[in-house]
């Protein structure tokens, strides 16, 4: 019986001058084969591949870079967000905020949203209760309630209108010891007035001053 021969080696010296051996025979011939193979399944699986539409284009379609556009896509939606619940929230609301003013003559007590937007519509309560009585109970309103402002109705109707340095002034006409009388007023925002501004709310009998309530607004886009 003759005997198999052991794996030969070939001796060879690498580019550095190091012997290695690289197997000859069987062993080489195995060793490549799976090469072949990775050859051939790339080359199937190119052909397998559809070709590109005649209407889209590589470059247009695959390649396009639309990180930017999408993010801010997302940005803006993101803002959105924001912004529908700060106002849900009431950040800047319509929710009404009272002031109330106490003095030996009389108690004001107004009561109106300190934040609004444009085109909003919204109510102003003006309660005066008089401690004696009150010849003349006249509101002055400031700046901040007209500048900009539609004023719908006023409801019930001053005795008089003026304007006092600048400021509407409404008569309410006399007010007896422990009586108490509201105006409400409507108000609509121009779309266009924007920022903060002061809404004072002064209480005269007459020419004299009684009580004064301190107010600003703030109106919103």
Do not use: C
Not at 63 to 74: F, K, N, Q
Not at 93 to 100: A, H, I, M, R, V
Not at 108 to 115: I, Q, R, Y
């Amino acid at each position: 019986m003759r005997r198999a021969r052991p794996l030969e080696s070939a001796r060879t010296t690498s580019s550095r001058g190091r012997p290695w051996f690289a197997p000859t025979g069987e062993a080489s011939s195995s060793a490549t084969a799976p090469s072949h193979g990775r050859t051939r399944s790339k080359a199937d699986e190119l052909r397998r591949v559809a070709a590109t539409p005649q209407s889209l284009t590589l470059k247009e379609n695959r390649d396009a870079t639309e990180v930017y556009e999408l993010g801010s896509r997302r940005a803006f939606f993101a803002l959105l967000t924001i912004v529908l619940l700060l106002g849900l929230a009431n950040t800047y609301g319509q929710s009404p905020t009272g002031s109330e003013v106490e003095s030996a003559a009389a108690r004001l007590e107004v009561s109106a949203p300190l934040d609004v937007r444009g085109g909003l519509y919204f109510q102003g309560r003006f309660r005066i209760t008089a401690h004696r009585d009150i010849e003349h109970a006249t509101l002055v309103l400031g700046s901040g309630w007209l500048e900009s402002m539609h004023i719908n109705t006023i409801e019930p109707s001053p005795v008089r209108e003026a304007s006092r340095e600048g400021d509407l002034a409404l008569d309410f006409g006399h007010v007896t010891a422990g009586d108490t009388i509201t105006a409400y007023l409507q108000f609509q925002v121009n779309p266009n007035n924007l920022g903060r501004r002061s809404q004072d709310v002064r209480l005269y009998d007459d020419t004299e001053l009684l009580a004064t309530a301190r107010r600003a607004v703030t109106i919103w886009p």
